[in-house]
């Protein structure tokens, strides 16, 4: 087993060499929203980086942006899965960047640049611990590369892919990206799931083209048909009005109730940075995490109808639209969801109302006291202090085909993801120390994962 | 008493002249959105044609757009107001427009400019109407022209004018400007009155800035919001849910049911054309013109709120608006009708929305039996055939301060508009026959009124 100290003496002599190298990785603009011929050659370049370490090299695909695969065998008998993704948001609007956001610049101990927070610095961190594992002796464990190509543009292939490359995807255990790690405190956070989505375009056309509003007495107007069905979908205090809605949902078990609680809900912090008056259902502070993980939602994401310009306009309009998007809790299905509105807005009256699907993700829990879980706790507790452990995370990730299809126990452990990182915002960053001390944390999870 | 005969020949011996100059005068881009310096061009031209007739010619100013006027004396003791505006509406979308729109262009008998129909052949018919009778005699009545610059938006200024000079306006009859003046079976239709207009937007923040909408569990949404205030206002039937908000409105007298009997619903070609399945509160044919008259709307013009670009965007909008226009029947009015709609949504519990007023007109309506309209019901018998008379246009003008306050009958009376003329869209175009024939209409008109 490579002592700790010999890690940390292998990443200060070369800190400088890894803070440049995550540099050059971010210098690619891998915006999977541009396109194939966009990403490919980070791919390329990372595909070259891996086969310094192993001949088991090869993209998978399914129809979408290609993954990035790689396999390096290790000397315990365990294998771990590390997903992360190379491609990276748009950059719009341009003009707020400080400094050109695929020329990665050093400012105040941070490191800018798109894509650096999100996901890349996951990405060359886990190469550069690889590396220095390496260098000193050889990988604890048979490490499973899946460094995914359309993550940013909703992961549209990649259940298929685990599907259909699930003996090379299996493992012990899962290090998903890290997401956000700190809390605004400082403490170090880790999550262990993460909510589903549904997202649905609901449109309605009552007339072929605009009309004069003088006509509105008597033809039927589409805004007024589309804001009846939104309006028959929840109440002011997001309690959702669809037969069944509730129905999968499950109530957080004691263990997840211990953990909410000493998740600092921040609610004054939160006020101030944001704006609201007061929160939905005006929680009680050991309320707030449990409603923000807990309940599901129905959020009006868009809604578009008529003249939006300035000043006035007196038109009818022909057609309405919406987006919504419906944050889901386990065992909440996209699927489902989409049924049961198409039959709340059938039995409602709205069956004018047309659904466009978008983007469905199951919701994806894994167990917090698996071993993979609790090796990443314990090594995050000796390097950062005690976590705050999140059931699950409130956003939405495609981890549902790993962690349930393939059955494999997964975290989001710690890397550099900080409140102030600025993910998919112009001048995205973070500290180049957080890099190394994930390089750091990584040498450590594995070592002691692979020494079970 | 100047001879129809010696009328008719006179025009038709100027026919070549008066239509060129009716496209003189539309190739002057008056588009009074464009602000002052876009349309004084187009008012001193027509000062300067007026300056032939009389040395009354002057602008009248109250803050907006300056109106012309001038007035003519006649032989008779009666004064005749003539309304028209010589500002025209925008032009795009430019790209389908067959030839510039202030290129005015002839093509199978019609000429096709912007501001043609809407409302400059009535403001030339009616110059050319005084010169044929200053020709072949005298004017038979007091011509009060009063050409207004700013009804394209919103004639904000225009009471104002009114009352400022009241006594230069003053009159036994006004000439409204013609509007639709043919129905679709081509027969001559006649309006004595208008409906008022009530126009504001709706504002709503809840957040400083939109959030990720994996907050939606937590944080307010004025996207939300602001549907639950909408969907309070009105059901699907234009069934208006403010308290007070009929309390005002005028039941149809005998007078007008016995107008509106005679009056073609055209429905079947109104489906046709717009394309809706069935009618708003599915009315019997019969019931069809009273429901677009008499039935006061609340319609939604536009909303916007959140992403409205293709795809997804999982947002939780900071702010949501509504654009709402209320078209008034007497006796509404627009104050009151803000004022009902503020207690309304005070009371349903959404004083977080803002009002922002905008517009605001009177409806107005005017005797069918005054001798102005008794008058140009005849002449359009002689002229035209059988005129269809509305009690009122289901539209808006700024016709109460000349009916009400000044209490001059007045009546929309048949000019150069069809269905087909394209008013406010590319292509405005009207038949030059039809404009010969008003200003011959105009001719007859006035030496009938002046006759008594």
Not at 28 to 38: E, K, L, Q, R
Not at 189 to 206: D, H, I, M, N, P
Not at 355 to 376: C, F, L
Request: aromatic share 8%.
């Amino acid at each position: 087993m490579i002592s700790t100290s010999a890690v940390d003496a292998y990443v200060e002599k070369h800190t400088r060499r890894f803070v440049d190298e995550l540099k050059e990785l971010c210098s690619f603009p891998s915006i999977s929203n541009h396109g194939h011929a966009a990403i490919q050659p980070a791919r390329d370049w990372l595909a070259d980086r891996l086969a310094r370490f192993t001949d088991r090299v090869e993209t998978l695909e399914a129809g979408g942006m290609p993954a990035l695969y790689a396999e390096v065998k290790g000397a315990g008998r365990r294998k771990l899965l590390l997903y992360e993704h190379y491609d990276v948001q748009p950059v719009d609007p341009l003009d707020l960047w400080q400094s050109p956001p695929f020329e990665p610049a050093e400012r105040d101990g941070r490191i800018v640049a798109r894509g650096v927070a999100d996901d890349k610095a996951d990405v060359m961190a886990r190469i550069h611990a690889l590396e220095t594992l390496k260098n000193l002796g050889e990988a604890p464990v048979t490490l499973r590369f899946l460094v995914e190509g359309e993550e940013e543009i909703g992961s549209r292939s990649f259940a298929k892919i685990a599907h259909d490359h699930a003996d090379k995807l299996k493992a012990d255990g899962c290090l998903w990206e890290s997401g956000t790690s700190f809390d605004d405190a400082g403490r170090p956070t880790l999550q262990f799931g993460c909510r589903g989505l549904a997202y649905v375009q609901l449109r309605v056309k009552r007339l072929d083209f605009d009309q004069h509003s003088g006509f509105a007495s008597i033809y039927p107007s589409a805004a007024m048909y589309l804001i009846g069905a939104l309006a028959s979908l929840r109440d002011q205090d997001m309690n959702i009005k669809i037969d069944g809605f509730y129905d999968r949902v499950v109530k957080p078990t004691e263990t997840d109730r211990r953990m909410m609680a000493t998740i600092d809900p921040e609610t004054e912090k939160r006020r101030k940075l944001v704006g609201f008056d007061k929160l939905v259902r005006d929680p009680k502070p050991e309320q707030v995490i449990e409603q923000m993980l807990f309940l599901p939602t129905c959020n009006i994401a868009g809604v578009t109808t008529g003249y939006q310009g300035p000043g006035s306009k007196t038109v009818l309009p022909a057609e309405a639209s919406a987006k919504l998007d419906f944050r889901l809790i386990p065992n909440q299905d996209p699927d489902d969801v989409v049924e049961l509105l198409r039959r709340h807005l059938d039995r409602h009256g709205f069956e004018k109302v047309e659904i466009v699907r978008g983007e469905g993700e199951k919701p994806a829990r894994s167990d917090p006291s698996s071993a993979i879980a609790r090796t990443v706790i314990d090594c995050v507790r000796d390097m950062h202090g005690e976590p705050v452990l999140w059931p699950f995370m409130p956003a939405t990730g495609p981890m549902h085909p790993v962690v349930s299809d393939l059955g494999i126990p997964t975290v989001l452990p710690v890397g550099v993801g900080r409140p102030d990182n600025r993910i998919h915002a112009p001048n995205e960053n973070i500290r180049a120390a957080d890099y190394i001390n994930t390089v750091r944390l990584n040498c450590r999870i594995w070592e002691r994962f692979g020494a079970a």
